[in-house]
């Protein structure tokens, strides 16, 4: 499932990342209450293929992911990302994106939504689209949290014990998911098809199984990015933006935005 982004674009046959996003685990330690950061890239069959765990959860939000390994490999150039590819359809061509939400900075390689309320049709479809890869990443850190119970609530263990099973958590997941895989959809338990999010085909997403589970204490968390970007990476924005106006375009996406009050 793409939710409507080219695979050449997120590469999703070579396993690599469609999706970024933060959450934040909270643990008592001391009669005081502490966390840790999860930084994760998720694939579009929702397991992770990079985590960055650990870093303390009273850091600026802003200093969270400029601040971490990934972040700043990514700023250097430095991850050994695929080659540009061409959009299907047209001779534009497009590095490989990480796709993220309004907590992550806009950069050449990572999209982020378009701010505000009152945007312009085309804006709207791209924030769209972007909200539906999203999706790949809310579901692997809701299938993970869902299952291993642990994280039902706060951890009550020091620092570097719950990193580590957080950790764990992460390694454990991607085996079963793996596992998973070759067994038929129709007899698997720990992610069956109704229990992560699912789209029907005209479009419309059904919420997964794993959304009526109790509270858990995974918290997603605050905006972390601004609005001060580079001149490539707002180009890179808007050339994926009119391939999802025009070529990559579906007749629900229209509708959905119609209905939304975009004419």
Not at 22 to 34: D, E, G, S, V
Not at 160 to 170: L, P
Request: overall charge positive; some cysteine.
């Amino acid at each position: 499932m793409t939710y409507l982004y080219p695979k050449e674009v997120i590469v999703i046959k070579q396993g690599k990342c469609v999706g970024t996003t933060k959450k934040w685990i909270t643990f008592p330690q001391l009669q005081r209450t502490f966390s840790i950061i999860l930084l994760a890239c998720v694939d579009a069959n929702y397991k992770f293929v990079l985590v960055d765990i650990g870093a303390e959860g009273h850091n600026s939000d802003g200093g969270v992911f400029k601040n971490s390994i990934f972040g700043q490999s990514l700023e250097k150039g430095t991850l050994d990302l695929p080659c540009p590819v061409e959009i299907p359809g047209t001779t534009k061509m497009l590095p490989f994106l990480f796709i993220g939400d309004e907590a992550f900075p806009l950069k050449s390689n990572l999209m982020r939504p378009y701010p505000g309320v009152a945007l312009s049709k085309d804006k709207a479809i791209f924030n769209y689209c972007l909200s539906r890869a999203r999706r790949c990443v809310e579901n692997a850190f809701g299938i993970m949290a869902s299952r291993f119970r642990i994280f039902r609530k706060p951890l009550v263990s020091s620092f570097e014990t719950s990193t580590f099973t957080v950790a764990a958590a992460v390694c454990l997941h991607n085996f079963i998911k793996s596992a998973e895989e070759e067994v038929p959809s129709c007899e698997r338990r720990y992610c069956p098809l109704d229990f992560a999010y699912n789209m029907s085909p005209d479009g419309y997403i059904n919420d997964g199984r794993w959304r009526t589970e109790e509270a858990l204490a995974i918290n997603r968390l605050s905006r972390t990015g601004s609005n001060m970007y580079s001149r490539q990476a707002e180009e890179t924005r808007r050339t994926l933006q009119n391939y999802f106006c025009h070529e990559g375009a579906t007749a629900w996406q229209d509708a959905h935005i119609a209905k939304n009050g975009k004419k």
